[in-house]
């Protein structure tokens, strides 16, 4: 089973501000990774596929990069309604599926 | 546009039984596989099934097979999640997902189980 690792588990910042968020995996995943946002009592949304591609409807100011074992998720301006819990997930080697345990993204 | 809608959570005793449905529609049902995910209250995210476009192919989570069983109408263009022996800790909202990592998710339904 592939172990995510995700880094750090909070993130305090401000809007305007540019977030990194890290997403180690146990081996390679090559670039079958997807990040989610979650806000409470909402279901996951999708952001990023494939380490790189922004789904549908996904602002620009989220871009995901990495191959392999590391892979980051950056929102180079946070906007209020960026403050959530982000997490990632493997699709190269399954099952089972996985995701990691999530950043938090709060309000500084 | 693309929609999954579950339902059927609701409260249930240890040991019980109860059926989730995800009514999908916007797009061809049976080009898709489909997956259940859950989320137990203030917890992460766990993967707990996968079943292929046709059906023939199902897979579960460790902590769920031989209590789980999951199905596709293609007529109705429905998921099922039958939950069998169900167990304290399988309280959480339950999401049914498109294509898991690409696609689209349900809003969830919420199971719990409770004496």
């Known amino acids: 089973e592939i172990v995510l690792t995700q880094s750090p588990a909070t993130l305090s910042l401000s809007p305007g501000e540019r977030a990194t968020l890290s997403c180690r995996a146990s081996r390679s995943v090559s670039s079958y990774l997807a990040w989610y946002q979650q806000k409470p009592g909402q279901a996951p949304r999708l952001l990023i596929y494939?380490?790189?591609n922004r789904a549908t409807g996904i602002p620009a100011r989220f871009s995901g990069s990495g191959s392999g074992t590391d892979f980051t998720l950056t929102i180079s301006s946070l906007e209020p309604e960026d403050f959530a819990i982000y997490y990632c997930q493997q699709r190269s080697n399954w099952p089972p599926f996985t995701f990691g345990p999530g950043t938090k993204v709060d309000i500084k | 546009e693309v929609q999954l809608v579950e339902s059927g959570g609701t409260l249930v005793q240890p040991g019980g039984s109860l059926r989730l449905s995800c009514a999908a529609s916007?797009?061809?049902?049976?080009?898709?596989?489909m997956n259940w995910v859950r989320q137990a209250p203030g917890k992460g995210l766990e993967w707990v099934s996968y079943i292929s476009n046709s059906g023939d192919t199902i897979y579960y989570a460790d902590s769920v097979k031989g209590r789980f069983t999951t199905s596709r109408d293609s007529a109705r263009s429905t998921l099922y999640l039958q939950m069998n022996s169900l167990r304290v800790e399988d309280t959480a909202v339950y999401y049914c997902a498109r294509r898991l990592g690409v696609g689209n998710w349900g809003q969830g339904t919420l199971v719990t189980v409770s004496s």
């Open positions: 916007g797009f061809t049902f049976t080009s898709y596989d």
């Open positions: 494939d380490a790189s």
